[in-house]
Nanobody
Framework: EVQLVESGGGLVQAGESLTLSCTTSGFRFDDYAIGWFRQAPGKGREEVSC????????YYRSSVKGRFTISRDNAKRTAYLQMNSLKSGDTAVYYC????????WGQGTQVTVSS
């Protein structure tokens, strides 16, 4: 029922930028906070950023603060993650989901940052 489709990843060099998109269906999008998560090779999934459903409140983990910007367009049922000044440590598969996380995860989108 719930569908989450991440896109926009790719292979970039350190210092470059990417913008990820998360298109959704199957739930009332504007009732939920939306988070971006990532999973690096051999590591667990971690939360990167989150945006509230009803106001502009946002959260960023300290390692991305000042470099990443989360946003959402409720009319389009879409969330975004603008990633600037990418570092090799940002290499991971990136996922979106409701916060707290729902049970249904999308396929993710691969972000690879070369040194």
């Amino acid at each position: 029922e719930v569908q989450l489709v991440e896109s926009g990843g790719g292979l970039v060099q350190a210092g470059e930028s990417l913008t990820l998109s998360c298109t959704t269906s199957g739930f009332r999008f504007d009732d939920y906070a939306i988070g971006w998560f990532r999973q690096a090779p051999g590591k667990g999934r971690e939360e990167v950023s989150c945006i509230a459903h009803s106001d502009s409140t946002t959260y960023y983990r300290s390692s991305v603060k000042g470099r990443f910007t989360i946003s959402r367009d409720n009319a389009k049922r879409t969330a975004y993650l603008q990633m600037n000044s990418l570092k090799s440590g940002d290499t991971a598969v990136y996922y979106c989901n409701t916060v707290p996380s729902g049970e249904n995860w999308g396929q993710g989108t691969q972000v690879t940052v070369s040194s």
